[in-house]
C-alpha cells in the first residue's frame, strides 16, 4: 500500500497545467473500439483508470500502445464480446464498454459491477437505454447477456440523467442505421466531448450538452487523432489547495466556463478568482469565508466529484456551511478523518454542516474514494504538522501524479510505502 506523507502548512503557490478529463477520456477509450481505423489519443492523462481500462481493450483483441502521453488503439483485432470478470470489477467504467461492444458484434456478456465505495451505483438506466435499442438482456447470477442481433434507433427517455447511461447509448447508436434519440440526457462538459471524438470518428451526434442529443447512425467509423478536454475536477482540486493554504495559483489547460460552479464557491469564499481564455487564475484571502449552502447536482449543477474537496474548504473556513449532496448516496466518507483532524462537521443523512475551525492538525488518515482521498490530501496541506494519508490508490485513479504537481507548487507531500 502507497500513501503521502505531507507537512502541512506551506502556501500553494505558482502555475501548473491541468491534465486531461479522466471522465472524458474513459468513454473515449471505450468508444475506441468502434472505428475500423486506428486511434490516437493525445494527452493521455497517466492514471490507474486509463491503465485499468487499456487492459481490459486489450482482452477484448484491441492493441492499445501508450508512449509519452499518446496512446494508440488499433480495434482491428476486436473478437472478444465477454468482459472478463475480474476486469469488469476493476474498473466501473467498464459498464459502458457494453454500448460500443453491442455496436460493434452486436452482443455483449458482462459481470453486474455491483456497488462501489460512493454507492450502490444500479445499472437499471444502462440496461433500459440499450432495450430501447432492441438489445434483448438476460441477468442470470451476477451476468448480464445482452443480445443485439435486433438492433435498432430508437427513442430513450431516462428518468435520470445519468452520465455513463447517456455515453452508453451514444456509442452502441452511432453505428445503428437511423436516428437514435435520448431525452433527458446528461448535459456534463465530457458528454459534449465524446460527441465530438464520435464526430471525429465520421460520426454524427448533435445536441450534447443539451437535454436532447441525436444520434444519426452511420455505416463505418474511421480512424481519429483527438485530444481530450481538461479536467475541471483536477483544476478544481488545485484551486481548492492554494484557496485553503493561502496560496496563490494560475493554472494553464482549462476551460474556465467549465468551473463556473466551483469558482462561483471559492469567490464567496473570499478568494480573487480570474478567468482568462485557457486559464484560472486564483488569490486566496488570509483566512476562507463560509459558504453558505452548496448543493451537487447534475451539471450545470455543482458536480459532486468536487463536493469532498469543498468541504475540506469549508472545514477551514470562518462560519459555517452547509452542503447537500443528492448525486450519490455514499459520498461523505471522508468526514470521519476531518473530524480527526479537527474539523467540526455534522451530518445527517446527505447533509453536512461545517463549522470552520482555525486550523486543522496532522494525522493519518485514510482515502476510501478518488475524490475524498483527495480531499484528505487537501486538508494535510492545509493542517498543522505532518499526516499520512494511506491508500492512495484510490487518489492515483484519477490524478497524475499529484504529488509531483503539488512539490512543484511548494507542497511539502512525498510518496511513501507503507
Ligand atoms: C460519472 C463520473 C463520476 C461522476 C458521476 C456524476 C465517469 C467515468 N464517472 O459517473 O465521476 O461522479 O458521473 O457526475 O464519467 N444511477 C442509477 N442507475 C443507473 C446509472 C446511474 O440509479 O443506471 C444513479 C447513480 O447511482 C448515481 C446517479 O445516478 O446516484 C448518477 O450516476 P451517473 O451520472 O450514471 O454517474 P456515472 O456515469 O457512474
Not at 456478456?109 to 450502490?120: D, H, K
Request: proline share 5%; aromatic share 4%; charged share 20%.
Amino acid at each position: 500500500m502507497e500513501g503521502f506523507r505531507v507537512i502541512g502548512g506551506e502556501k500553494i503557490r505558482g502555475k501548473a497545467r491541468v491534465q486531461s478529463a479522466k471522465n472524458a477520456v474513459l468513454p473515449i477509450l471505450a468508444a475506441a473500439i468502434l472505428p475500423e481505423g486506428e486511434i490516437v489519443i493525445r494527452d493521455c492523462p497517466d492514471i490507474r483508470d486509463v491503465y485499468a481500462m487499456a487492459g481490459i481493450l486489450g482482452k477484448l483483441g484491441c492493441a492499445c500502445q501508450w508512449n509519452a502521453g499518446k496512446m494508440r488503439i488499433d480495434p482491428a483485432g476486436l473478437h472478444h464480446w465477454e468482459m472478463p470478470d475480474e476486469l469488469s470489477k476493476q474498473i466501473r467504467s467498464s459498464i459502458f464498454l457494453l454500448g460500443p461492444i453491442l455496436g460493434r458484434l452486436r452482443r455483449a456478456t458482462v459481470t453486474y459491477p455491483g456497488g462501489c465505495e460512493i454507492g450502490i451505483r444500479p445499472i437499471d438506466l444502462h440496461l433500459k437505454g440499450l432495450r430501447a435499442l432492441g438489445v434483448s438482456i438476460v441477468e442470470d447470477g451476477g451476468v448480464i447477456y445482452c443480445d443485439g442481433m435486433s438492433m435498432r434507433a430508437g427513442d430513450v427517455y431516462f428518468d435520470y440523467p445519468s452520465v455513463g447511461a447517456t455515453e452508453n447509448v451514444m456509442m452502441a447508436a452511432a453505428l445503428l442505421p437511423g436516428v437514435t434519440t435520448v431525452h433527458n440526457a446528461a448535459r456534463e462538459p465530457e458528454v459534449i466531448d465524446l460527441q465530438d471524438f464520435i464526430n471525429a470518428m465520421g460520426g454524427r451526434v448533435r445536441g450534447a450538452g443539451t437535454q436532447l442529443i441525436e444520434i444519426e447512425g452511420v455505416k463505418a467509423l474511421h480512424g481519429a487523432d483527438y485530444t481530450p478536454i481538461p479536467d475541471r475536477i483536477a483544476a478544481g482540486t488545485l484551486l481548492c489547495a492554494a484557496a485553503m493554504t493561502g496560496g496563490e495559483i494560475e493554472l494553464t489547460n482549462v476551460r474556465p466556463w467549465d468551473l463556473v460552479p466551483v469558482c462561483d464557491k471559492l469567490r464567496e469564499m473570499g478568494c480573487r478568482v480570474i478567468d482568462g481564455r485557457s486559464t484560472v487564475a486564483l488569490a486566496a484571502p488570509e483566512r476562507l469565508r463560509a459558504f453558505s449552502q452548496l448543493q451537487t447536482n447534475p451539471h450545470p449543477g455543482f458536480p459532486t466529484d468536487m463536493q469532498a474537496q469543498m468541504l475540506a474548504a469549508a472545514c477551514v473556513a470562518e462560519g459555517t456551511s452547509v452542503i447537500v449532496e443528492n448525486v450519490f448516496e455514499n459520498r461523505l466518507t471522508h468526514v470521519a478523518d476531518l473530524c480527526r483532524m479537527g474539523a467540526d462537521i455534522r451530518v445527517n443523512g446527505r447533509t453536512a454542516v461545517v463549522t470552520g475551525v482555525p486550523g486543522l492538525h496532522g494525522m493519518t488518515v485514510s482515502a476510501r474514494d478518488l475524490r475524498g482521498g483527495a480531499a484528505l490530501v487537501l486538508a494535510a496541506l492545509a493542517a498543522k504538522g505532518e499526516s499520512t494519508v494511506e491508500h492512495i490508490e484510490l487518489v492515483d485513479r484519477g490524478y497524475e501524479r499529484l504529488e509531483e504537481t503539488l512539490t512543484a507548487l511548494g507542497g511539502k507531500i512525498f510518496r511513501v510505502q507503507r
